[in-house]
């Protein structure tokens, strides 16, 4: 069964090791086989790898895209990893951690970085929860 990705004008995506822009029309590709497919919205840039969160993606995405450089970004990978867990309390996070390390390890590369969206938003709760605490206290002194 072929995978069918909707693209809008000028989106980009990548398929293997090729980077494809869309023209000025919406396209609708069927894409059988078995190259990693990232949308253009799911791709980072390592100067966006600028968080905790983003630093754990950014290497599972290049071990995604391609699997024999896979153990030069598997190191940056754990020690990212490694550093997000022992700064994070929450239970539920550090499950999803051990979850994304375990797909990586067994090569589920897309299947960690749907996981590591979730960290994302794990993180900017955190960064709001943050906020929202500075500002209450603020307005209170």
């Known amino acids: 069964m072929a995978l069918i990705i909707d693209l809008k004008p ?66 940056q990978f754990a020690m990212c990893m490694t550093e997000f867990m022992d700064a994070i309390k929450d239970r539920q996070a550090l499950a999803l951690c051990v979850d994304i390390s375990k797909d990586v390890m067994t090569g589920a590369y897309y299947k960690a970085l749907t996981k590591c969206k979730t960290l994302f938003d794990f993180e900017q709760e955190r960064l709001n929860h943050g906020i929202d605490g500075v500002s209450k206290s603020a307005a209170r002194g």
């Open 10 to 75: 000028s989106e980009r995506v990548i398929i293997g090791n090729a980077l494809i822009t869309n023209d000025d029309a919406r396209t609708r590709l069927h894409i059988e086989g078995d190259a990693p497919i990232l949308r253009e919205k799911d791709i980072m840039q390592p100067e966006e790898a600028n968080t905790p969160a983003r630093r754990v993606y950014f290497p599972v995405m290049m071990m995604y895209l391609d699997e024999e450089t896979a153990n030069i970004y598997y190191s």
